[in-house]
Structure formats: structure tokens, C-alpha cells
């Protein structure tokens, strides 16, 4: 019983040296180091982070939103994106808001007007990137 019968099995399965073995594991588990670095990059903690503190409701569909805002660089300004919701859930006000360089967390105030009476204000997002035409801060208006 020495010899198998040709052709039944298969072809015999070709013996990888140790060194190829080895090379391939090796680009493997750098392959995959290099995805968990870039996951890192793309995942990891945002610079930025902004939460909601108090909203009060104002005539004309109108919010007064605050909210903190955390920063690994606090001597640099921001801007964050803040929105409000209706019952139904859509977004129907938003703004831009400037957050000038200090302490962090630094509270934040701004009045969003919407479409419809809103029920709730959140931040969208913050960013170190300003657009020239928010390089003010804003005042809160009633």
C-alpha cells in the first residue's frame, strides 16, 4: 500500500521551503500592522470634541445652544458645526460657529434659528480648519 492510484486525490500539495514560509508570514503581519496604523490615524481620538451642555428654546423658531468644547491645542481657533432638529427628527437649522483660541473645554454659545420649531441642538463637528469669513467671534443675539 505504498502508492496511491494517479489522479484520484489530486495532485500531492507542493512543499513551501521554511525560508518562503517565513517571508510570507512576516509581509502578512506587516500588511497588518500597516492597517491598524492607518485605522489608528482615521479612528483613533479626535483632535476636537465638542458636547452639548444646555439648550433653551426661544420665539421665532429659534435655540440658544451650549456647549464645551475640548481641544488638544487650545491656543488655536476652530469652528463646529451646530444644527438643531424638529419633532420628526430632521435637521432643520445650521451654523457655523467660531470658537476663538482658549482654555479647554471652553463653553460655547450660539442662538440657531430653523425651518421649524426645534426640539434639539447638537454639534455636527469641529475642526482647526476656520473659513476666513468666520474669523470673528459671534455674539449671541435674542
Not at 486525490?9 to 496604523?37: C, D, E, H, M, N
Not at 433653551?56 to 463646529?80: G, K
Not at 463653553?107 to 430653523?114: F, M, S
Amino acid at each position: 500500500m505504498g502508492t496511491l492510484p494517479e489522479g484520484r486525490y489530486g495532485k500531492r500539495p507542493v512543499r513551501r521551503s521554511p525560508l518562503t514560509r517565513g517571508l510570507v508570514i512576516a509581509a502578512a503581519l506587516l500588511f497588518g500592522a500597516g492597517v491598524a496604523f492607518v485605522a489608528y490615524l482615521n479612528l483613533g481620538s479626535a483632535p476636537i470634541s465638542a458636547e452639548r451642555a444646555v439648550f433653551e428654546n426661544l420665539p421665532d423658531n429659534r435655540m440658544r445652544f451650549t456647549f464645551d468644547v475640548s481641544r488638544d491645542e487650545p491656543a488655536r481657533a476652530a469652528a463646529c458645526v451646530v444644527r438643531v432638529r424638529s419633532v420628526n427628527g430632521a435637521e432643520t437649522g445650521r451654523r457655523e460657529v467660531y470658537v476663538p483660541p482658549g482654555g479647554s473645554p471652553q463653553r460655547v454659545e450660539t442662538v440657531i434659528t430653523g425651518s421649524a420649531e426645534p426640539v434639539t441642538a447638537e454639534v455636527f463637528g469641529c475642526s482647526y480648519q476656520v473659513p476666513e469669513y468666520l474669523s470673528t467671534p459671534e455674539r449671541p443675539s435674542e
